[in-house]
Structures are given as C-alpha cells and as structure tokens.
C-alpha cells in the first residue's frame, strides 16, 4: 500500500476526536463510519455535529454541505473545501 | 481547539516572509521557531495564538517564558490566556499580573489530574468552585471555561465538571459538550418537573437545551415531546399529570402562508391558524389547571411588505405585533398562562442570528442552537422563578462611585457628579432604576464607608433623585461593609439571602462574598454608562407582579422599626404587645387575594411550616374546589400601621378530618402572637365546618427551625415521624384551641 493510501485509511484525529465527543461513540472510526454503524447519528444529531464542525474549525457550511455529510471520510471531504 | 491546530499551519504561516519552511503541521519544529523568535514576534498576537500550544512539552513553554524573560517582555495576558488554555501551568510569580481566571486554569492544570492525592483533590474542588463563582456572576471567558471543563472531566471530576459547564453555559456553550454524557447522572437526584413540550416547527433542539437549564437551576425536566405541529390538539386536551405545559412559537411557522391564491387567501390563512391559536389558549387556561409558557414572535429579519411592513395590517412586523398583542391580552386575563418575551430572552443574539434557515429547510427548525439555548433558559426561568432562589426584598447601595461620582470624604458635596450631564447623568439614571426597585416593593438600604454626614448629600446636592427618607435603614460608618449588613438584616428581620449588595468596589464585594456568601452580590460594570440598563437585567429583582404589598412595603418596614423602639421602651414584652393593639382580620381566599397569597408562599423561607412553593395556578385550582380545600389568609394592623396580608395556610378537608398543607407567615410579625391567633381562629371555622381532627407538618429546611416546634406548643401531639420532619394532630376532644390575650381576631367575609 502506498504511504497515502495508508495515511487515508486513517481518520483525521481532530476529526476523530469530534465525532466521538458528538456521538458519544467509542470504537474505533474508519471513512466509511456512518450512521450504520453510529446509532445516535440520527437527523436531529447530526445538525449537532454540523454545529460543532463549525464552532471548531470555525467555517459556515452550505445546506447542500450539510446533507453531503453521510459518513467520515465526507467530513474531511467537506473541510479540506474550506483548507482547514 | 481542533480549529486552532490546523490554523496554525494555514494561511498565517504561508504568507509571504513568515513562511517556515520544511515544517509538518502542527510540528514541534514550528514551536521551536516561534519560541526562538518570540522576543520578536510576541506582539503578533495573531501568529502566537494561532499556535497549536497544545502539544508544546512543559519544556517548551518554559523556554518560551524564559525567552521573553530574558528579552525583557512581560508574559502578555492573552499569552497567558493562551497557555493555560492549553493546559499548561503558568509560573506563580506575584511580578507578573496574571487574571484571575487565569490564574484558577493553571491551577488545575498543575493539580488536576485522576490519581489525585487527597490534599490536592480538596485544592482541585475549591479552585473548581471559584471558576464556577466567576462563571455565575458572567466573568469567566468561553476559552477558559471550556478548557476547564474538559480538564475536570478528565480528571474525573463530573460533578464539579458540570456544575462548572452550566454555570458559564449562557457564555460559553461550547463547555457543555465536554460533560454532555454525565449531565444526566449529575441532574439524577434533583426534584423532577414534568414539562410537555409542543410546537408548530421541530421543537427537539428547544426541548434538549431545556435539560441543562433545568440543572442549572438544581431541578431536572422531564420532558416530553408533542408529536410534530399538533400544538392545537395539545392545547385542547384535558388536564393530564404534567407540571407545565410549554408552547415554542416561531414566526416563520405561525405567519406561513401560501401566496398562491392572492394576497386575500394568504391573508386568510393567517387570521385562521391566529383565531385558532387564541381559541387554543384560552380554552386550555379555561379548562385545564396546568401552566401554560409561550413566548411572543421575536422580530424577523427581511420585510415582507417593503416599506410599508410595519404600518400595511398585513406587514409581518405589523402581524407580528398585533399577534404578541393578543397573547398579552390572554396572559392579563388568565394566570396560569405566562409569557417569555422573546427579543428579551434573546437580546444577546443579533436578530438575524436567531434563525438558521439551512435548519429550517433541512428540518423545520426555525431557530439557530443559541437563540433555543436562549429561549430554553428564559422559559425554564419562567416556570422556576419563584421556586429557587429567594427573590431579593432589599438593596443594599454603596454611596461614592455607585450612587453619584466622585468620593464625599475627599470632594465634598459640590463636585460630586450627579445631575443633567455627563459623566453626572449616569449616576442619575442609577439612582432612578433604585426609585424603580423601590416602586416595586424594594427596600432600599444605605452602606457606605463615610462619616454619618454623608447622608446629607442628597439634601444638598441639586441633581440628586434619592431622598434620605428613601432608605429604609442607614449603616453609614467605617465598620467592615459585611458586619454593617448583618446588623441591618437583624433589625429589619429578614434573611441575608433576601439582599443584593451594589458597589462599584471589587474589593468590598469580594469581601462581601466571602463573609456573607447568602447576599446576593452582582458584578457591577465598570464603566458607568452601562450600570443603569444592566440593573433592569438581574433576574433576582424581577418580580412576577406587583401587589398592593410591594407598593407599601417600605413603609411597613418603617413601622417595624419604630415598633422595634417601642420594645425597647416597654417595662416588658407583653406590656410591649398590649401596647401595640393588634389587630387580625381573618379571611377565605379569593381571587383578589390571590396574587399576595401565592408571593406569601413563594417569598417567606424562615416561618414556612411545609415550605410547599404554592403559585397562583396552585392556589386557584383549590379555590375551584371549595368542598376539598380552604385557604386562609389574614391582614395585621397594629398603632403603627397596617401590615396587610402577612399570614396565610392552605387546609384540606375531608369529612371530620383536616390537614394543613401550608401556614406561612411574613417575618415581619414574627413574635407578636399573631400565630397563635390565627392557628386558634383557622380551628375554630375547620370545627364549625364539622371538623375534629387536624393535623399538621412540619418540614425541615436550613431556614426554618424557628418553627420546629410551633404545632407541639400550640396542643399539638406527636403523629409520625418521618426523617427530620414530623406530622402533628389536634383532637377537638383532648386539645385546647390555641388564644392570645394580645390580638383581636376579627372576620371578614367576602
């Protein structure tokens, strides 16, 4: 596996450390996590992550932003649009 | 501090001649750079916060000191905000003038930790407590106060982790995350209320911000969720077994409308779904003896009618002023229904930020998280207000730099600033809100460090508003501020919880705070501009409305403290209480006296036999049921005057049986027989009524023993005992009816 290979395969840890504070979600996160796998990520929550991705990285996401989210890897996905 | 991290290695770093080259983000190395250049750098401050300085060893940061040490540069103070924000410990050199918060941080960043040693846990908790002490009063900064949180959380101290998140919650809600998880086992034993939630927009963000505002408070909310929109059908539904009923209105929901069908059909629809909403309302406060708390439409943001919006009937400012005009109609005419003003509750958000419209198109959430956080806190105020903390009775008022400018002792009474222009005109406005709290049922007392004389100012000073005769009671000398207001709080009856202190001093209200930690001690804003404004915004001196009481009170106490020269006088007490001609007027509740009965029950800590918090809805629901309960309530007058409504108990009745549920009294007649009259006369009606056995509690609180043992000296015996309370019961056939040789019991029968 190539060394950006491997790096994707691992989720950002500030990242990371926000998810699982929003969820309250302690296993372990890859970019395909999604609410699948998280059982408090529902609707109303998620509008909570979006609040603390925003308050963190200090950035306005878009409705579209919002609904373009559906698992891990779109969060990095999202911030890296905004260089952050 | 994710966002900092990543922004230490975003632009700044890469502009221009900043740029350091070869370094990872985050990395030590740029650390390093920045440390070596900092005697340099540090008035960038920009570039030095933006630093992640989380991961600088404690050998890093003690270079970094050292650096601008040797440089001759005193540790700025957001360098210092900074660093400890980022858990680090700061040296504790008396040179350098660290801030308070700042200095409590770094505390527990130094001794918080999970294998605490014992001494350092008892450190840890009291450092804890005086952020939460910063927090309360709004001195506490959202950095600090997040950063602290999670340092208790990881540390494992919950409790005082969340104590210290709600406290600065208002300011900081970022803290609350840290301790989201243990909000609910920190709120567990604290008396539940149970609280319906109904809305016509999602109202789940509203309804989950009301658990921390509940906690705040020391109460935990039971809520329940209306299903989606069904506001109407809820208002309509029967009494069921809730505490309160909260209705979140919005204006983007209540003024929707479809303007497909022309300006008259859009009208239309409006006018429908208000008339529904008003039929709603006054059909639930007609039918049902449950609370209802809505709040009035906050303003929108973009006209829809140009500009005519405000003053076209079908404008939606115009809408929405007539719609917040009939739900205060409503609220005039029921009690039980209680109104949030919603640009109030919301003032500290600009108006455009108090609506999300990505979340109303997402979810149909029409407010922004902070503006629910907001509204949250204000209905949870509304419904508790009279339940927690004791209102304040009485102000206590610094004279020099709080009530004019300038200091008497060294000025004299010429150049002191009070009147028609700045900086006097402030001062002024001070002292008009004091005349205000004083029209209100306030009483004013004077506590100022200055020879007697000063009192004379307002006499002579042409711009004063306040009057000598304004205060109640004087303590104008050079004793310690806190001994002077013990005094006072002894002669005038009344509990030191009942004060609020205002001086302009952060010394005397920090000894304030420490020796009578029970007053209520606000932090008065520095600049003098903003005091008279802020003093409308102390929740403690909002009333829930005025009585003729309140108008009088101050003087009544007057009264009580010239009866208070008559004991001094009298050969002996009972010669002093025969001497006051006493007076009782007996009478049954009525609407009229509803309003001072329920404030007698919310307001009265010392003689509260039950300290059952009855409010006005309580107390009407048992006028409505005559043949179960019967409240009395009494008026005192004495040669001094007329103390009006001091006295009052909620019995229940059944059958030969009776139990009283409540019996409070005003301390200002404390010790003057009165309750011995009005047991014996409330006796006498329960027999008339075919009553033979009444009994009675008696409920331990920290304020209440005076009356621990009213019912057993009054013929009383020993029913059960359950804890530290106990049940009393009077036998028509064994007991006396309790008399008093010094009061003369009359009836009025309405």
């Not at chain 1, 990520?41 to 200090?58: Q, V």
């Not at chain 2, 709603?280 to 500009?307: A, D, K, Q």
């Not at chain 2, 059958?655 to 006369?681: D, N």
Request: aromatic share 6%; net charge negative; proline share 5%.
């Amino acid at each position: 596996m190539s060394p950006a290979a491997l790096q994707a395969e691992t989720v950002r840890p500030d990242i990371a450390e926000l998810v699982a504070d929003v969820f309250q979600y302690d296993s372990p996160l890859t970019h395909t996590t999604s609410p699948n796998e998280i059982e408090r990520w529902d609707s109303l929550k998620h509008i909570e992550l979006i609040k603390a991705l925003e308050d963190d990285f200090e950035i306005s996401m878009t409705m579209d932003e919002m609904m373009e989210i559906r698992c891990v890897g779109d969060i990095e996905r999202v911030l890296e649009r905004y260089g952050v | 501090m994710a966002g900092k991290a990543s922004a230490a290695t975003g632009p700044p770093l890469r502009d221009g001649h900043t740029e350091l080259p070869g370094t990872t983000p985050g990395s030590v190395e740029v650390l390093d750079a920045l440390i070596e250049a900092s005697p340099v750098l540090w008035r960038n401050q920009a570039l030095l916060s933006a630093a992640d300085w989380e991961v600088a060893s404690p050998a890093q940061v003690a270079r970094l000191l050292q650096r601008l040490a040797s440089a001759r540069v005193k540790l700025p103070k957001w360098l210092a905000r900074t660093l400890a924000a980022a858990g680090h410990v700061l040296p504790d050199q008396p040179s350098q003038a660290i801030e308070d918060e700042v200095r409590l941080l770094s505390e527990l960043n130094r001794d918080a930790s999970k294998d605490q040693s014992p001494v350092t846990a008892v450190h840890c908790v009291e450092t804890a407590r005086r952020l939460t002490e910063l927090a309360a009063c709004g001195r506490l900064s959202a950095e600090i106060a997040r950063s602290a949180a999670g340092r208790l959380e990881a540390a494992g101290m919950m409790e005082d982790a969340c104590r210290l998140a709600l406290a600065a919650w208002p300011s900081a809600p970022q803290a609350l995350r840290h301790v989201r998880a243990h909000l609910r086992g920190f709120a567990a034993d604290f008396p539940a209320v149970r609280v319906r939630v109904a809305g016509l927009s999602t109202t789940r963000p509203f309804a989950e911000a009301l658990f921390p505002a509940f906690a705040s408070h020391g109460h935990r909310i039971d809520a329940t969720e209306a299903d989606f929109a069904t506001v109407i059908s809820e208002l309509l539904q029967p009494a069921r077994s809730i505490d309160a009923l909260m209705v979140l209105l919005d204006p983007i929901s209540v003024l929707e409308t479809s303007w497909a069908g022309g300006a008259a059909e859009a009208e239309q629809a409006r006018t429908s779904r208000f008339a529904q909403l008003v039929d709603g309302i006054e059909s639930h406060c007609r039918s049902s003896s449950v609370p209802l708390i809505l709040n009035t439409l906050p303003c929108l943001t973009e006209p829809e009618m140009g500009y005519v919006d405000a003053s076209d009937p079908s404008g939606s400012a115009a809408t929405i002023r007539r719609f917040n005009g009939m739900l205060c109609d409503l609220a005039a005419r029921y009690k039980k229904l209680r109104i949030v003003d919603a640009d109030f509750a919301m003032a500290s958000i600009a108006p455009r930020d108090r609506f999300d419209r990505r979340l109303w198109f997402y979810g149909r959430i029409a407010y922004s998280s902070h503006a629910n956080e907001a509204l949250a806190r204000a209905f949870t105020s509304a419904r508790l207000a009279d339940k927690v903390a004791p209102s304040i009775k009485v102000v206590a008022l610094d004279f020099d730099n709080t009530l004019w400018g300038g200091v008497y002792g060294d000025d004299g009474v010429e150049k002191l600033d009070c009147g028609d222009e700045p900086p006097g005109n402030a001062f002024k406005a001070v002292q008009n809100e004091c005349l205000r709290l004083k029209a209100q049922g306030k009483i004013l007392v004077a506590m100022s460090k200055n020879n007697p004389d000063a009192i004379s100012v307002f006499g002579r000073h042409p711009g004063m508003l306040l009057r000598a005769d304004d205060f109640t009671a004087t303590a104008i000398n050079w004793e310690p501020k806190p001994d002077n207001l013990r005094r006072l709080a002894g002669e005038l009856n009344l509990g030191l919880d009942s004060i609020m202190f205002l001086d302009d001093s952060p010394h005397e209200r920090d000894a304030m705070r420490r020796m009578c930690p029970e007053v209520y001690v606000p932090e008065v804003p520095a600049d003098t501009s903003e005091r008279a404004l802020w003093l409308r915004s102390l929740q403690r001196t909002w009333t829930t409305g005025i009585t003729a009481e309140d108008a009088a009170r101050a003087k009544m106490y007057a009264a009580e403290r010239e009866a208070h020269a008559l004991r001094e006088k009298a050969s002996s007490y009972e010669d002093y209480l025969a001497q006051l001609a006493q007076v009782l007027e007996l009478e049954v509740l009525g609407h009229a006296t509803l309003p001072r009965v329920a404030q007698l029950h919310q307001r009265t800590n010392q003689f509260n036999l039950t300290t059952r918090r009855f409010d006005e809805a309580d107390l009407a629901a048992f006028l409505a049921q005559p043949e179960t309960a019967r409240v009395y309530l009494a008026r005192v007058r004495d040669r001094f005057g007329d103390h009006g409504i001091t006295v009052a108990a909620v019995v229940r009745l059944a059958g030969a049986g009776a139990s009283i549920e409540s019996f409070v009294m005003s301390c200002r007649v404390i010790a003057r027989s009165i309750e011995t009259a009005f047991l014996g006369a409330v006796i006498e009606d329960l027999m008339s009524l075919g009553v033979d056995t009444v009994t009675a509690d008696y409920l331990p609180t920290p304020k209440n023993r005076i009356v621990e043992d009213f019912y057993p000296s009054h013929g009383f015996q020993s029913c059960s005992t359950a804890g530290d309370g106990a049940t009393w019961i009077w036998r028509k056939a064994t007991s006396q009816v309790p008399h008093s040789n010094f009061v003369n019991v009359k009836w009025s029968r309405p």
